[in-house]
C-alpha cells in the first residue's frame, strides 16, 4: 500500500518566496501543499480548515505574529509538527521560537537542499536547527540556563535563610546562631537544611564561599 504524501501549509507574506517555496516542496515529490497564508489571522484559518502534517512559518507576519500563531496552532492542534522560516540568526530570537513551541529552526538563507532536510527531519519528529547557527543557540541555552539557576538559587531562599547562611559563612555554630536570632537551634538547623538543599551546597566552606559571591561578607 502507497504511504499517504504529508500535507503542508505554507506561512510567508511574500508571494514570490511562497510560490517558490511551493514549487520546490512538490517538485520534491514527499509532501502535498494543502494551503497557504501570507498573514497571521488567514494561517490560523488555514491549518485549522486543513489540518496539516507540517505548517511551513515565516515568524514576521502582518496582522498576528508567527509567534502568536504557533502558541495559537499549539493549543488546537498540538500534532502539527512547525518549522519556522525566518531570517532571524540571534539566539534569543530562536530560543524564544522553540519556546513558543516550533519543531524546528530554518534560515530563509539556507540551500534548498538543507530546507528539504529540515522539512524531512521535522515531519519525522526529530528536531532541526540550520547548522550555521547551532553552536550559538547551544551557547545561548547554556548560559540562560546558568543565569536562571543561579538566579533561582539566591531567588529562593527567604530573608532569614540569608541571614542564617551569612551567620554560618562568618564562622557562627549553631546554638550562637538560635541566640543571636532569638529562635531555637532546632530552627536554625531547619534553616540550614533548606539552605544546603536550595543552593545544592553541603559543607560551611562551599556556603561560605557562595555567601561571599552573594555579597553577604567580605572576602
Not at 502558541?71 to 532571524?88: G, S, Y
Not at 551569612?166 to 536554625?188: D, R
Amino acid at each position: 500500500m502507497e504511504e499517504r504524501q504529508k500535507t503542508v501549509v505554507l506561512v510567508e507574506d511574500h508571494t514570490i518566496l511562497r510560490h517558490g517555496l511551493r514549487s520546490l516542496l512538490r517538485a520534491s515529490g514527499n509532501v502535498q501543499v494543502v494551503g497557504e497564508a501570507g498573514d497571521g489571522q488567514s494561517a490560523i484559518r488555514c491549518i485549522l480548515d486543513t489540518e496539516p502534517d507540517l505548517v511551513l512559518l515565516d515568524l514576521n507576519m502582518p496582522k498576528m505574529d508567527g509567534f502568536s500563531v504557533v502558541l495559537e496552532i499549539r493549543k488546537q492542534q498540538p500534532e502539527t509538527k512547525i518549522l519556522a522560516l525566518t531570517m532571524h540568526d540571534d539566539d534569543a530570537y530562536i530560543l524564544k521560537a522553540f519556546k513558543a513551541g516550533v519543531d524546528g529552526y530554518c534560515l530563509k538563507s539556507s540551500g534548498q537542499d538543507e530546507l528539504m532536510s529540515a522539512v524531512n527531519a521535522v515531519l519525522s519528529g526529530r528536531r532541526f536547527i540550520s547548522p550555521e547557527i547551532s553552536d550559538k543557540v547551544l551557547e545561548g541555552y547554556l548560559e540562560a540556563n546558568r543565569t536562571l539557576k543561579e538566579q533561582s538559587d539566591w531567588d529562593s531562599l527567604t530573608q532569614r535563610e540569608k541571614e542564617v547562611l551569612k551567620l554560618v559563612a562568618e564562622g557562627y555554630q549553631n546554638k550562637e546562631i538560635a541566640e543571636y536570632l532569638f529562635i531555637s537551634p532546632k530552627t536554625v538547623e531547619k534553616h540550614r537544611a533548606n539552605i544546603m538543599r536550595k543552593t545544592d551546597l553541603h559543607s560551611a566552606s562551599a556556603l561560605t564561599a557562595y555567601a561571599i559571591e552573594k555579597g553577604l561578607l567580605k572576602q
